[in-house]
């Protein structure tokens, strides 16, 4: 038994997400990266003498609806409170957040098998599709960006006030790859419902992670380290790695693990101390005065339920259900939705709904279109399923239409007829190459008769040979029977 | 006469009729100033090119068209200093008006300087301003009251016709009585916040010092109603107040709560308040003995729950973004202790470790939550007493102003100061001061009427009526 | 039940303050003397306080931009600055 397998990790996240609204959580100030540092404030999100915040409905409305698709309660009345704590980049040196009444308590993200890491997709733990349970979601502001120089620091308030959300899960995740997948699953479902664009590198979402581990089979935690500076889902996965095996090393040394904060070094690919955690934050937290309650059940969460989407579990149902692709198809559709959408109306005015997702997942996706600007019309793609399992033409065919097709977008029946790839199907002109076949070869005629039926098959050869391989295959059989028959 | 001792009322009517020009008025308050500030020192900051030439452009046809009006400093005016009297915000200029300044400019009002105040509003003496004291313009050796002092001796001592002011737990009322002049605290939510420097959010309003209660609702009419930058304030209509003024107590119930009659206040307070309940029994008003049984509890409540909050509105006060920074510091740390160590002042300093206490690990519940709920209690308690009555009459200040420099050792005196004024805050309610009488040794003394929430109609009316049968506001303070 | 000891110091550094020798003493006392009286709180039976009711408007804001202050007149209240960026001694996590 390796040393490893006698213990077992236990995952927390905080998952901090940006939500996308046009203007700040509770100013008017344009919501928005890159522009010109210092140049979307005011009052309020300067923390000025005398302003005051005013709660951005739409952002309340996209956590809720976050909340929604990820089965949480909402609260009929929410609360914002003041977290207390100095930092140059928070300008009021408090927060506003929410402590006791969050927006949205419980729910769950499950575990999507093909957001594990690729090599592991197949493993036990990927197909369990375990449901990591939440403890909660709630909407906060943003801080500043800091910039650092040799001998001080400048900052920019632009990011200062703006909407983020943080969901917070239970210490349900036992493996980095489950980390993977819980983050993967959960940014789809936040694309999805068009709440943020969740890019890790791009810090619309960013992750706090809390790990310990315990013997296999113990109840008790062990004790949890923070890690901090994760950029990337794959970021993580390979912090988790070094730090579960770091702690494991430590504990079978019978060393304890220290209560800290962990700096995550990608490039050095290894965990550092950031700092102990012996002196905890005291926060302070009480109501926000200047804000009332928030009522959500007054028109708030019915609007958010309003816009509900299709949630990827359900997406990925009905493509299998109803356009018979594979579950892998179902996932890949799933984490693009603009292709999917590209897809479903391909596939819409067609019965070879499983082939079109052949031709757009391998060979389409494989020139790295953008599906929403592409000149290929998504309808063309039914049409050329169509031509191969109509038996117009043949795969090898269907290659060179489709090369045609990406080059010069047309019809593939109009690519078919430009390119002469069109199948003889006329009964007369193929009766003609038939009757030539069995001229030319007597021998297989009387192998035929004799009772080998293979022998056939060199004379359907001849055919196509003649007919440059436009005959259809299917009704030479036909004729080539019938005549032999005879 | 001087224009300067004129009502709001009277000076707009002869404003309209083109008989005087806002200038006028300008020039003989300035004039005032000249011979009286010099003692009392209401005025933090005053530009008087800038008030004149506001003056030359005024509008009259609008409802406060020319009329001048004192600023307390701690309400954002664009383009000007807005000190809180506090070292901490200097070099500070305001980059947007309050939403109370830009509702006077549409009136028209000319806006004529800003007064002293007790630092972030916190006192009730202007002894705790950084910018020097505010005297009584009736004794100056005794103070003006607080928090807002300045704006208060400003009316009182006619070098103000009104004055803006905020009252967190009775720094409107309790100078205005001290001083002679009207005050009123709005229902909370009645006048938008945005742009008052925050002392305790959920205490805080901003509200008129004037001359005459017929004035305290021409500028009240100018202020209230629903602003889309303050969250907390109610979404009913505009009003305008006393437009009819019924003259009449007639009939009115007026609820007399025995816990504002308490042993040791001032006896001639109590004598002049007892007259004035009279008063309104001998011109029809009925008297009902009410009871407002957490009285007692009101002043624990208000320092845990104003101290906690300030703690965190004054938490922005670093140096980082405005005002004032501490020369060279090593680190981040070193700028924020210094800065805040350096820039704010005892009684400042004094309610943040409180406030940051109360709400510390550990010690939240026995002191925050428990006083969020007596809070709840002292609210019950105001409703229950409004069952019977349509308003209560109380004493604003147990007693009235005294000598500078005799309470400021003793912050926890000082803070009992506020007994008959801070429960209103805690409960929401409006309430108005107006004078009812002096001393022997000619010291104002104030009579507080107390309204439903958003009832200030009936008080404007109760105190409009009284104020008819007296001519305590006319009589003018010494020399 | 006496008033709690309460660190000066320790709670004037969460609010970072400073506070001189003279202070703390005299902060000591004073508040000591203040959190005695708050201690009269600790009698009054609060348990079926009704919570405070939300009103049944939402005063809520609209997701429309308003225009931002100029980066001069953001900068021109700042303490130090460079680069329009606002300027602090380095920050160190």
């Given at each position: 038994m390796s040393s490893s397998s006698k213990w077992e990790a236990v995952i927390g996240l905080e998952v901090h997400v940006q939500v996308r609204t046009r203007t700040k959580m509770f100013c008017g100030c344009v919501n928005q990266y890159g522009d010109p540092q210092n140049t979307h404030l005011c009052p309020v999100c300067l923390g000025l003498p005398g302003s005051l915040p005013v709660p951005n409905e739409e952002a309340i409305r996209k956590t809720i609806l976050t909340g929604l698709m990820l089965g949480c309660q909402i609260a009929p009345v929410a609360r914002f409170d003041r977290k207390n704590y100095f930092y140059p980049d928070m300008p009021k040196n408090y927060q506003i957040s929410q402590y006791d009444d969050p927006l949205c308590a419980g729910g769950g993200v499950t575990l999507d098998p093909f957001l594990f890491p690729k090599e592991i997709q197949e493993s036990d733990?990927?197909?369990?599709?375990?449901?990591?349970?939440?403890?909660?979601?709630?909407?906060?502001?943003?801080?500043?960006?800091?910039?650092?120089?040799?001998?001080?620091?400048?900052?920019?308030?632009?990011?200062?006030?703006?909407?983020?959300?943080?969901?917070?899960?239970?210490?349900?995740?036992?493996?980095?790859?489950?980390?993977?997948?819980?983050?993967?699953?959960?940014?789809?479902?936040?694309?999805?419902?068009?709440?943020?664009?969740?890019?890790?590198?791009?810090?619309?979402?960013?992750?706090?992670?809390?790990?310990?581990?315990?013997?296999?089979?113990?109840?008790?935690?062990?004790?949890?380290?923070?890690?901090?500076?994760?950029?990337?889902?794959?970021?993580?996965?390979?912090?988790?790695?070094?730090?579960?095996?770091?702690?494991?090393?430590?504990?079978?040394?019978?060393?304890?693990?220290?209560?800290?904060?962990?700096?995550?070094?990608?490039?050095?690919?290894?965990?550092?101390?950031?700092?102990?955690?012996?002196?905890?934050?005291?926060?302070?937290?009480?109501?926000?005065?200047?804000?009332?309650?928030?009522?959500?059940?007054?028109?708030?969460?019915?609007?958010?339920?309003?816009?509900?989407?299709?949630?990827?579990?359900?997406?990925?149902?009905?493509?299998?259900?109803?356009?018979?692709?594979?579950?892998?198809?179902?996932?890949?559709?799933?984490?693009?939705?603009?292709?999917?959408?590209?897809?479903?109306?391909?596939?819409?005015?067609?019965?070879?709904?499983?082939?079109?997702?052949?031709?757009?997942?391998?060979?389409?996706?494989?020139?790295?279109?953008?599906?929403?600007?592409?000149?290929?019309?998504?309808?063309?793609?039914?049409?050329?399923?169509?031509?191969?399992?109509?038996?117009?033409?043949?795969?090898?065919?269907?290659?060179k239409v489709f090369t045609e097709l990406m080059a010069s977008p047309t019809s593939p029946r109009e690519i078919v007829k430009k390119l002469g790839l069109e199948q003889i199907s006329d009964s007369s002109a193929l009766s003609a190459y038939c009757d030539e076949a069995i001229a030319a070869n007597p021998r297989s005629v009387e192998d035929y008769k004799a009772g080998k039926m293979n022998a056939i098959n060199a004379l359907k050869g001849f055919v196509m040979k003649k007919s440059q391989g436009k005959a259809n295959p299917a009704q030479v059989d036909e004729i080539l029977r019938s005549k032999l028959s005879a | 006469m001087s224009l300067a001792h004129e009502s709001i009322a009277s000076l707009r009517r002869r404003l309209a009729s083109k008989e005087i020009h806002s200038r006028d008025i300008v020039r003989?308050?300035?004039?005032?100033?000249?011979?009286?500030?010099?003692?009392?020192?209401?005025?933090?900051?005053?530009?008087?090119?800038?008030?004149?030439?506001?003056?030359?452009?005024?509008?009259?046809?609008?409802?406060?068209?020319?009329?001048?009006?004192?600023?307390?400093?701690?309400?954002?005016?664009?383009?000007?200093?807005?000190?809180?009297?506090?070292?901490?915000?200097?070099?500070?200029?305001?980059?947007?008006?309050?939403?109370?300044?830009?509702?006077?400019?549409?009136?028209?009002?000319?806006?004529?300087?800003?007064?002293?105040?007790?630092?972030?509003?916190?006192?009730?003496?202007?002894?705790?301003?950084?910018?020097?004291?505010?005297?009584?313009p009736w004794d100056s050796s005794r103070i003006p009251g607080g928090s807002s002092g300045g704006s208060a001796a400003a009316v009182g001592g006619r070098i103000a016709l009104a004055a803006l002011g905020s009252d967190t737990g009775g720094s409107i009322r309790q100078p205005a009585a001290l001083c002679g002049c009207v005050g009123l605290k709005p229902t909370y939510g009645r006048i938008s916040r945005y742009g008052l420097v925050a002392f305790a959010s959920s205490l805080d309003q901003i509200g008129p010092l004037t001359r005459t209660v017929e004035d305290s609702a021409i500028l009240l009419?100018?202020?209230?109603?629903?602003?889309?930058?303050?969250?907390?304030?109610?979404?009913?209509?505009?009003?305008?107040?006393?437009?009819?003024?019924?003259?009449?107590?007639?009939?009115?119930?007026?609820?007399?709560?025995?816990?504002?009659?308490?042993?040791?206040?001032?006896?001639?307070?109590?004598?002049?308040?007892?007259?004035?309940?009279?008063?309104?029994?001998?011109?029809?008003?009925?008297?009902?003995?009410?009871?407002?049984?957490?009285?007692?509890?009101?002043?624990?409540?208000?320092?845990?729950?104003?101290?906690?909050?300030?703690?965190?509105?004054?938490?922005?006060?670093?140096?980082?973004?405005?005002?004032?920074?501490?020369?060279?510091?090593?680190?981040?740390?070193?700028?924020?202790?210094?800065?805040?160590?350096?820039?704010?002042?005892?009684?400042?300093?004094?309610?943040?470790?409180?406030?940051?206490?109360?709400?510390?690990?550990?010690?939240?519940?026995?002191?925050?939550?428990?006083?969020?709920?007596?809070?709840?209690?002292?609210?019950?308690?105001?409703?229950?007493?409004?069952?019977s009555c349509d308003l209560l009459l109380t004493p604003t200040s147990p007693e009235p102003a005294f000598k500078l420099g005799e309470r400021t050792q003793d912050p926890l005196k000082m803070y009992l100061a506020d007994v008959f004024t801070i429960s209103v805050n805690l409960a929401g309610n409006p309430a108005i001061s107006l004078p009812c009488g002096f001393t022997k040794s000619n010291l104002p003394i104030g009579l507080q009427l107390i309204g439903p929430r958003f009832g200030e109609e009936k008080i404007l009316q109760a105190a409009h009526a009284y104020e008819q049968g007296h001519d305590w506001h006319q009589r003018l303070p010494p020399a | 039940?006496?008033?709690?000891?309460?660190?000066?110091?320790?709670?004037?550094?969460?609010?970072?303050?400073?506070?001189?020798?003279?202070?703390?003493?005299?902060?000591?006392?004073?508040?000591?003397?203040?959190?005695?009286?708050?201690?009269?709180?600790?009698?009054?039976?609060?348990?079926?306080?009704?919570?405070?009711?939300?009103p049944a408007q939402p005063n809520l804001r609209k997701d429309e931009p308003t225009p931002s202050l100029s980066l001069q007149s953001v900068l021109s209240n700042a303490p130090a600055q460079a680069n329009d960026l606002i300027v602090v001694p380095k920050i160190v996590e």
């Open positions: 733990e990927a197909k369990a599709g375990r449901k990591i349970r939440l403890v909660r979601i709630h909407l906060e502001e943003d801080v500043a960006k800091s910039f650092h120089f040799e001998d001080r620091s400048g900052i920019d308030f632009n990011r200062a006030g703006t909407p983020l959300m943080e969901i917070v899960s239970e210490a349900d995740l036992r493996s980095p790859g489950e980390a993977f997948s819980f983050l993967g699953s959960l940014r789809q479902i936040l694309l999805a419902g068009n709440v943020s664009d969740a890019d890790m590198e791009k810090g619309q979402m960013r992750c706090d992670v809390n790990v310990s581990v315990r013997p296999v089979g113990q109840k008790e935690y062990g004790t949890k380290v923070e890690l901090k500076n994760l950029n990337s889902i794959s970021g993580v996965r390979r912090a988790l790695t070094y730090e579960i095996a770091r702690q494991i090393a430590a504990c079978e040394k019978g060393e304890a693990i220290a209560h800290e904060t962990r700096r995550w070094d990608d490039e050095a690919g290894a965990t550092f101390t950031m700092r102990t955690k012996e002196k905890a934050h005291d926060y302070r937290y009480f109501p926000e005065p200047d804000l009332l309650p928030v009522r959500t059940d007054q028109g708030l969460a019915d609007s958010a339920r309003k816009l509900v989407p299709e949630l990827p579990s359900e997406l990925q149902t009905r493509l299998a259900r109803d356009f018979g692709v594979t579950p892998y198809q179902a996932s890949v559709l799933t984490s693009d939705r603009i292709l999917c959408g590209y897809y479903e109306k391909a596939a819409a005015g067609t019965p070879n709904k499983a082939l079109v997702a052949n031709w757009i997942l391998n060979d389409f996706l494989s020139t790295q279109p953008d599906p929403s600007t592409t000149p290929v019309r998504p309808e063309f793609f039914g049409e050329l399923a169509d031509l191969v399992a109509g038996g117009a033409i043949n795969s090898a065919q269907a290659k | 003989d308050l300035l004039q005032q100033i000249d011979a009286r500030e010099k003692t009392i020192h209401a005025y933090t900051h005053l530009d008087r090119e800038a008030a004149l030439a506001a003056a030359d452009k005024a509008n009259s046809s609008l409802p406060l068209g020319g009329i001048p009006i004192a600023i307390k400093d701690n309400l954002n005016v664009l383009g000007d200093p807005c000190t809180c009297a506090s070292k901490i915000l200097e070099g500070y200029k305001a980059p947007y008006d309050a939403t109370a300044i830009a509702r006077l400019r549409q009136a028209g009002a000319v806006l004529l300087g800003r007064t002293n105040m007790d630092e972030f509003a916190m006192g009730s003496s202007t002894e705790n301003s950084a910018l020097g004291i505010t005297r009584n009419s100018a202020l209230a109603g629903h602003d889309p930058h303050d969250n907390t304030t109610d979404l009913r209509k505009p009003e305008t107040f006393l437009t009819e003024k019924s003259g009449s107590v007639k009939g009115l119930r007026v609820g007399i709560p025995k816990e504002y009659f308490i042993p040791g206040m001032d006896a001639e307070t109590e004598a002049a308040v007892r007259q004035s309940a009279d008063w309104f029994k001998k011109n029809g008003a009925t008297l009902v003995d009410v009871s407002l049984p957490h009285t007692p509890s009101a002043i624990a409540v208000y320092y845990i729950l104003a101290t906690a909050e300030a703690s965190a509105n004054l938490a922005r006060f670093d140096g980082v973004r405005y005002g004032r920074r501490a020369a060279d510091p090593r680190d981040v740390l070193d700028l924020y202790h210094r800065t805040r160590s350096e820039g704010f002042g005892p009684e400042v300093k004094r309610r943040i470790i409180l406030g940051t206490f109360v709400l510390s690990a550990g010690y939240t519940d026995a002191y925050y939550r428990k006083a969020q709920k007596v809070r709840g209690m002292i609210r019950q308690d105001f409703e229950k007493a409004f069952a | 039940m006496s008033a709690p000891q309460i660190n000066v110091s320790d709670v004037a550094s969460l609010a970072r303050l400073t506070l001189t020798p003279e202070e703390t003493a005299k902060f000591s006392s004073q508040i000591g003397q203040i959190l005695s009286h708050m201690d009269s709180l600790k009698q009054i039976e609060t348990g079926n306080v009704p919570e405070v009711t939300p």
